[in-house]
């Protein structure tokens, strides 16, 4: 049998244990829930940013993929292709420098407690967020359906140039 010294010595080391386990849980616990409102606010985020000469804007999602762009009217009479082009690459980097700056701000609680406990891969092994946040963006908007290709028709015959002129496709009316 072991001597009281040895028995009380085995229950604080248990109990200093079980209050960094405790903690432990407590700072996953916090980190669960801060990265519910950052994947909420993500959800819902949007940032924008211009080209150097003011030409073209682009906003993004909080996962800085392309939403929306504006072009300046006055941008066909003011500018080139080559130029516009520059102003498109301009305006969408940042944006997605506005987002990432974002998406570090929202995420800084959630490193902080992460890098508090120690790294990832020796405490959460099998806990099912931490270390990897990639989750945490909203998924890229579906892609926009094709426009359809123009296919050349090739060279019209004098004779037929298309139904409409055989009444082909005219409704009731003539029309």
Known sequence: MGSRFESDELRARTDGL????DGMLSTYEQQLRDIAAAKSTLATASSQGWSDDSLVRVTVNGAGI???????AAALKRSTPERLAVSFLQAAQSAAR????????????VREAAAEIGPPEQVYERLPFVGALDDILPPPPEPAAP???????GPLDDEDEGPHWKGLGANRNGW
């Open 18 to 21: 079980q209050r960094q386990v």
């Open 147 to 153: 426009a359809p290709q123009w296919q050349d028709p």
């Open 66 to 72: 392309p939403v929306d762009v504006w072009v300046d």
């Open 98 to 109: 506005a987002a990432k700056a974002d998406i570090d701000t929202l995420l800084a609680p």
